[in-house]
């Protein structure tokens, strides 16, 4: 079981960043729409907060299946941003505010993509 306290885990420059994602996209969704906020918004939220548990996960793991948990966050986090880019193509967020989050979540793909190829 990991331990959400533990320093250690939140030390790691890409749990930092997915961190700081979550509060942006946070201070954004509670002026979506009530309509995307419950749907698209919650979905984005629900990725964000799989992938940083599935990177807290894999700061614990080891050998193969350290890769195994990060290809799993890679997925979400894929995810996540197409969801992300649904918000702007659907007008739900502005311009702004997606370049925003397109600015961490470019930051920590590169992180993401990183780490695996590290691994592999």
């Known amino acids: 079981i990991i331990n959400i306290m533990d320093?250690?885990?939140t030390d790691i420059p890409?749990?930092?960043?997915l961190y700081e994602?979550?509060?942006i996209f946070y201070g954004y969704s509670v002026l979506f729409p009530k309509k995307d906020k419950y749907t698209l918004g919650a979905n984005c939220e629900r990725?964000?907060?799989a992938t940083l548990e599935l990177l807290l996960e894999a700061s614990c793991?080891?050998?193969?299946?350290k890769l195994k948990v990060i290809k799993m966050a890679n997925?979400?986090?894929?995810?996540l941003k197409?969801?992300?880019?649904?918000l702007k193509d659907l007008d739900i967020i502005d311009s702004k505010k997606y370049f925003e989050l397109q600015k961490k979540i470019q930051e920590i793909g590169r992180m993401l993509?990183?780490?695996?190829?590290s691994l592999s």
């Open 7 to 9: 320093h250690r885990n």
């Open 14 to 17: 890409i749990i930092k960043n």
């Open 21 to 23: 994602l979550y509060k």
């Open 61 to 65: 793991a080891r050998g193969e299946e």
């Open 113 to 117: 993509g990183g780490w695996q190829r």
């Open 47 to 49: 990725h964000i907060i």
């Open 75 to 79: 997925v979400k986090f894929d995810a």
């Open 82 to 86: 197409l969801f992300i880019r649904l």
